[in-house]
């Protein structure tokens, strides 16, 4: 069973930038529609933002700009750019398929300081 991995977190401090990336070692990545997620203490996992075999994207309404989601189907990678991040960034960051068909990964821990 696939299980991504996530890595490219770390502490920043309000206003910096970081590049997450998600390595999935499948040969089914390039036909898959891929998405990040993050989670917040005490809070559900949400929707960051999906990217589908075309390279067409979508973001939730509340990231308002500040995130880019790529794929690099030769590497089997997703990235998620965030620029201008706020302590309300501070999350685990995940990414999986549709349906979360993939096993969880340990995801990445970013936190924002102010």
């Known amino acids: 069973q696939v299980q991504p991995v996530e890595s490219g977190g770390g502490l920043v401090q309000a206003g910096g930038s970081l590049k997450l990336s998600c390595a999935a070692s499948t040969i089914s990545f390039n036909i898959r529609r891929m998405h990040w997620f993050r989670q917040a203490p005490g809070k559900q996992r949400e929707l960051v933002a999906s990217?589908?075999?075309?390279?067409?994207?979508n973001y939730a309404d509340s990231m308002k700009g500040r995130f880019t989601i790529s794929r690099d189907n030769d590497k089997k990678t997703l990235y998620l750019q965030i620029n201008s991040l706020k302590p309300e960034d501070t999350a685990v960051y995940y990414c999986?398929?549709?349906?979360?068909?993939?096993?969880w990964g340990q995801g990445t821990q970013v936190t924002v300081s102010s």
């Open positions: 990217i589908d075999v075309s390279g067409r994207t």
């Open positions: 999986n398929t549709d349906g979360a068909a993939w096993r």
